[in-house]
Structures are given as structure tokens and as C-alpha cells.
């Protein structure tokens, strides 16, 4: 008798609980949507700020203004964490064509990618080789690269649901395209940009020139897809037509920058943190609108919805905005050298990186238990329509943060337009939704009151049934 007594206790409490839970999370939810701050910050940091490339003016005036913010929320903490971060000038606009004979050209809309190196004053003129990647490069060897501009022009493979994982077929070819085009006596590099769209829009992104000496660093630039199928069907009917280029953009010294933090210390843990973090420097096309402001400002509302629904956390929950995810991660690595230096315990690290759309779960990072724990969690957020909950992968910030015992995980939204604005000039404001964004900044906002009220070693309702 008294052994069914128990189960009967355990099972009231454990229904409970998950009552309680069901009922936080109408309470976030409904937070977000009627009283969030997420699309007024976001409003600020793009359309009075704009653009925020790591050294610039706009990166300088968004740590402060952030800064400012969280000040404002009444949190337990707020500060600035100094990193020194790479500062590259696009300088004035870049100017490209296609000429097919002496004074008959079509011009063509490219930008430089970041890092590039400029082309001479006067511009660069060559003939141009159109490769599909860096194998069929290197296959091809010196004699057939020499002196020519490569043309990396693998698309994104559009069958793909998973469109980071399309993004992640391609980004070698801009990433490290002018470094092995260098070594191979290259004049320059025009990469497709990582768009799964045809429009005329470039893309920019971050790119290396490894260990290759000085002379051989050669320009880059990404063409737009549209410019891309022209050149290549122009180069299929006149393989001797010449790609004109010019870019002043330039690698200036390294400069102070910050990471921008708040924390809500907590009640019962407090040397356990919660983090949650987007980064807050962008490309200099748009106004990173989607990348990344959108995650920045609902991290920012993560823990004024956790104070706003009366949630009093019991581990420290702290924000992170991060400089210089973009071409560098200087941020992300200065924050967890900091960490382990301090041996800060960051049981969960949460980044939302991925565009300010609809939110569909999460991918999480961590030991197959600590991810069961956290499936058993799974039907309170089914009424919010989040259900991917999958294992592997996380974000750039929070992926220096992993370690044996800990969980670090992404937010996952909708991803089948983010590469329509990703790193171009129409990242902007007015292509996030409102509600999406609040959105995700509730969804972040339960999955955190979740960590902080089980913690990662009792994390679900099942497991506490089988004690
Ligand atoms: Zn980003």
C-alpha cells in the first residue's frame, strides 16, 4: 500500500510540474508576443545603427547602445569584455564586366569578399577558367591557371531541406578558393554567391589566404547568381572573353572591440551559467538585420521575459553579444578562454544564429543523455509548433564553449529564405517578421527556464518517475 502511495505521489508531482511548465511557457509565450522588446531593439540596431563590420563606426555604436539596454533591464550585472578584433575597408564601390571583343562589355554586379586583398589601381583584366570546385582546380593544375581569374561556380544544391547543410557544400569554394587559386599562379577569383536563388544581389563572406606569401595573395570577389549563369553560358559559346575587375578594399590594423554582457545571478547555483548569445557584428552590405541582429536582440529579450513572467532564476543566466563572429571569432574565443581561465561552469550555452524566422527547434551538442533528458521535454513546446529537436551541431559563438559535460545547442528557424539575405545588401529590416522574431525569442526564453529549473543532471520528468 504505502509503496503505491508513493508512485501516486510521484506521479501527482510529476503531473504537477508539467502543468507548472505548460503554464510558464503560456506565460513566456504570450510575454513575447504582447510585450516583447526583441523588434523595437532590432528596429534601433538596424535602421539608426545599420551595418556593424567588426572595427567599424556602427560596430563601436551597437556595443554601446546594447550596453545601454541591459542596462535599463535592472539586471544583476553589465560589462564589456575588450577583444582586439581584424578591421577590413570594402572602400569604394566595386565595378566588374564581361568583355567579349575590345569595347564591348556587359557589366556585372559583384563585391568583395571580406579579407580580399584589392585588385590594382587600374583594375584586373584576364581570361577566365570556370571550375566546379577545388579539386577540379587543382586537377587542372598550373599551366591551365596561371595568369587567369578562377570562376568557382558550384551552386548551392537546391534538394536539400536543410539549407546550412547546402551552404556547407559550397562555402569552400569562397572560403578558400583564392587561397589554392593562389598557389597555382591565379591573377584573381570570382566566386557564385552563396544564394539558392538567381537574383543580382552578391553576397559577401569571409575568406583566407592561409600561409600564402604576399605576392601570391590574389584578389577576390563574389558575383552575383544571376551574373554567375550569364558568365558561364557567355564562357561556353567564347572561352577567350575577359573578366574586367576592380575593388579597393583594404586590411587595415587590428582594433579594441568588445563583447557585450548582462547577467541575472542566480538564486540557488550561481556558479552555474546559462548562456544565451548571438553575435552582434555583421557584414557591411545590409544592415544584418537577420544576421545576426535578430539573434543579438532576442537574447537580449531571453532574460527580460524570464523577469517580466516572474521567473527568478536559480542558476546565473547570463547574455552574451558577441564581436566578430563574421570574420574571426575573436569574440567567442576570447569569452571562452575567459571562462575557463575563471573556470566559469556553463552547463547550457544557447546561440540563436540563423535568421529571425519562424522558429523550429533546436540542435543541441552533448552527451546522449543529456540529450534524452532533453527529448522528455519535447511536448511542451508541441502547442508552439517547435519540434525539431535534433542532435549535432550548435553555433560558431558557443561551439568554443563545449566541453565533456556541459550542452551547448543553436536555435533552428525556418531556414528556406535565410540564404536569400545572407551576408548581401538585402539583409534588411523589413525582412524579419515581427511576430516570427518574438517567436523565437519566447522559444529561446523556455528552453532556458527549462536548464535553469532542472539543471543538465536532473533534467526530465521521466527520469525522475524511474527513481
Ligand atoms: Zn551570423
Same mark, same amino acid.
Given at each position: 500500500?504505502?509503496?503505491?502511495?508513493?508512485?501516486?505521489?510521484?506521479?501527482?508531482?510529476?503531473?504537477?510540474?508539467?502543468?507548472?511548465?505548460?503554464?510558464?511557457?503560456?506565460?513566456?509565450?504570450?510575454?513575447?508576443?504582447?510585450?516583447?522588446?526583441s523588434y523595437e531593439w532590432l528596429s534601433h540596431l538596424s535602421n539608426n545603427i545599420g551595418s556593424r563590420l567588426s572595427g567599424s563606426l556602427g560596430a563601436e555604436r551597437a556595443v554601446e547602445y546594447t550596453k545601454e539596454?541591459?542596462?535599463?533591464?535592472?539586471?544583476?550585472?553589465?560589462?564589456?569584455?575588450?577583444?582586439?578584433?581584424?578591421?577590413?575597408?570594402?572602400?569604394?564601390?566595386?565595378?566588374?564586366?564581361?568583355?567579349?571583343?575590345?569595347?564591348?562589355?556587359?557589366?556585372?554586379?559583384?563585391c568583395a569578399l571580406g579579407g580580399s586583398v584589392a585588385t590594382p589601381l587600374g583594375g584586373l583584366k584576364a581570361n577566365v577558367i570556370e571550375v566546379k570546385g577545388i579539386d577540379e582546380l587543382k586537377a587542372l593544375g598550373k599551366s591551365k591557371v596561371e595568369g587567369k581569374i578562377v570562376f568557382f561556380n558550384r551552386p548551392m544544391q537546391p534538394d536539400l531541406i536543410q539549407t546550412f547543410e547546402s551552404y556547407g557544400g559550397c562555402a569552400d569554394q569562397r572560403y578558400s578558393g583564392?587561397?589554392?587559386?593562389?598557389?597555382?599562379?591565379?591573377?584573381?577569383?570570382?566566386?557564385r554567391s552563396l544564394n539558392l536563388r538567381l537574383d543580382d544581389l552578391p553576397h559577401t563572406g569571409a575568406m583566407t589566404y592561409g600561409d600564402l606569401p604576399v605576392s601570391q595573395r590574389i584578389p577576390s570577389a563574389a558575383i552575383s547568381t544571376n551574373?554567375?549563369?550569364?558568365?558561364?553560358?557567355?564562357?561556353?559559346?567564347?572561352?577567350?572573353?575577359?573578366?574586367?575587375?576592380?575593388?579597393?578594399?583594404?586590411?587595415?590594423?587590428?582594433?579594441?572591440?568588445?563583447?557585450?554582457?548582462? %547577467?541575472?545571478? &542566480? *538564486? #540557488?547555483?550561481?556558479?552555474?551559467?546559462? @548562456?544565451?548569445?548571438?553575435? !552582434?557584428?555583421?557584414?557591411? =552590405?545590409?544592415?544584418?538585420?537577420?544576421?545576426?541582429?535578430?539573434?543579438?536582440?532576442?537574447?537580449?529579450?531571453?532574460?527580460?521575459?524570464?523577469?517580466?513572467?516572474g521567473i527568478k532564476p536559480?542558476?546565473?543566466?547570463?547574455v552574451v553579444l558577441f564581436m566578430n563572429e563574421e570574420n574571426g571569432l575573436r569574440g567567442a574565443l576570447k569569452y571562452a578562454e575567459e571562462a575557463k581561465r575563471k573556470?566559469?561552469?556553463?552547463?547550457?550555452?544557447?546561440?540563436?544564429?540563423?535568421?529571425?524566422?519562424?522558429?523550429?527547434?533546436? %540542435?543541441?551538442? &552533448? *552527451? #546522449?543523455?543529456?540529450?534524452?533528458?532533453? @527529448?522528455?521535454?519535447?511536448? !511542451?513546446?508541441?502547442?508552439? =509548433?517547435?519540434?525539431?529537436?535534433?542532435?549535432?551541431?550548435?553555433?560558431?559563438?558557443?561551439?568554443?564553449l563545449k566541453t565533456a559535460t556541459n550542452v551547448v545547442a543553436g536555435l533552428r528557424p525556418d531556414s528556406q529564405r535565410y540564404f536569400d539575405h545572407h551576408h548581401a545588401a538585402n539583409d534588411t529590416f523589413e525582412h524579419v517578421n515581427k511576430r516570427e522574431l518574438e517567436l523565437g525569442a519566447a522559444t529561446m526564453t523556455a528552453l532556458v527556464y527549462l536548464f535553469d529549473k532542472y539543471g543538465i543532471e536532473t533534467i526530465s520528468h521521466t527520469e525522475k518517475l524511474k527513481d
Amino acid at each position: 500500500m504505502k509503496f503505491f502511495l508513493t508512485i501516486l505521489v510521484v506521479l501527482l508531482s510529476f503531473n504537477l510540474t508539467a502543468q507548472d511548465d505548460a503554464e510558464m511557457f503560456k506565460t513566456i509565450y504570450k510575454q513575447s508576443l504582447t510585450n516583447g522588446k526583441s523588434y523595437e531593439w532590432l528596429s534601433h540596431l538596424s535602421n539608426n545603427i545599420g551595418s556593424r563590420l567588426s572595427g567599424s563606426l556602427g560596430a563601436e555604436r551597437a556595443v554601446e547602445y546594447t550596453k545601454e539596454e541591459l542596462e535599463k533591464l535592472g539586471l544583476d550585472k553589465v560589462w564589456l569584455q575588450p577583444v582586439m578584433v581584424p578591421r577590413w575597408v570594402r572602400g569604394a564601390p566595386e565595378f566588374a564586366f564581361i568583355e567579349t571583343a575590345p569595347g564591348q562589355t556587359t557589366q556585372v554586379n559583384i563585391c568583395a569578399l571580406g579579407g580580399s586583398v584589392a585588385t590594382p589601381l587600374g583594375g584586373l583584366k584576364a581570361n577566365v577558367i570556370e571550375v566546379k570546385g577545388i579539386d577540379e582546380l587543382k586537377a587542372l593544375g598550373k599551366s591551365k591557371v596561371e595568369g587567369k581569374i578562377v570562376f568557382f561556380n558550384r551552386p548551392m544544391q537546391p534538394d536539400l531541406i536543410q539549407t546550412f547543410e547546402s551552404y556547407g557544400g559550397c562555402a569552400d569554394q569562397r572560403y578558400s578558393g583564392a587561397y589554392e587559386a593562389g598557389k597555382l599562379g591565379a591573377a584573381g577569383v570570382i566566386v557564385r554567391s552563396l544564394n539558392l536563388r538567381l537574383d543580382d544581389l552578391p553576397h559577401t563572406g569571409a575568406m583566407t589566404y592561409g600561409d600564402l606569401p604576399v605576392s601570391q595573395r590574389i584578389p577576390s570577389a563574389a558575383i552575383s547568381t544571376n551574373d554567375a549563369e550569364l558568365l558561364s553560358s557567355m564562357l561556353a559559346l567564347d572561352k577567350n572573353l575577359k573578366f574586367y575587375f576592380k575593388q579597393q578594399c583594404q586590411q587595415l590594423s587590428d582594433v579594441q572591440s568588445y563583447n557585450v554582457i548582462g %547577467q541575472i545571478t &542566480g *538564486s #540557488e547555483f550561481p556558479d552555474e551559467y546559462i @548562456l544565451v548569445g548571438g553575435h !552582434l557584428d555583421s557584414w557591411d =552590405l545590409g544592415d544584418g538585420s537577420h544576421d545576426d541582429g535578430a539573434g543579438v536582440v532576442q537574447s537580449m529579450d531571453v532574460l527580460r521575459l524570464l523577469k517580466e513572467s516572474g521567473i527568478k532564476p536559480k542558476r546565473s543566466i547570463r547574455v552574451v553579444l558577441f564581436m566578430n563572429e563574421e570574420n574571426g571569432l575573436r569574440g567567442a574565443l576570447k569569452y571562452a578562454e575567459e571562462a575557463k581561465r575563471k573556470g566559469e561552469n556553463h552547463i547550457f550555452s544557447l546561440e540563436s544564429d540563423a535568421g529571425g524566422f519562424t522558429p523550429r527547434g533546436f %540542435q543541441f551538442d &552533448g *552527451s #546522449e543523455a543529456a540529450f534524452n533528458k532533453v @527529448l522528455g521535454w519535447q511536448s !511542451l513546446f508541441k502547442p508552439y =509548433l517547435i519540434h525539431y529537436f535534433e542532435k549535432g551541431g550548435s553555433g560558431a559563438d558557443v561551439g568554443p564553449l563545449k566541453t565533456a559535460t556541459n550542452v551547448v545547442a543553436g536555435l533552428r528557424p525556418d531556414s528556406q529564405r535565410y540564404f536569400d539575405h545572407h551576408h548581401a545588401a538585402n539583409d534588411t529590416f523589413e525582412h524579419v517578421n515581427k511576430r516570427e522574431l518574438e517567436l523565437g525569442a519566447a522559444t529561446m526564453t523556455a528552453l532556458v527556464y527549462l536548464f535553469d529549473k532542472y539543471g543538465i543532471e536532473t533534467i526530465s520528468h521521466t527520469e525522475k518517475l524511474k527513481d
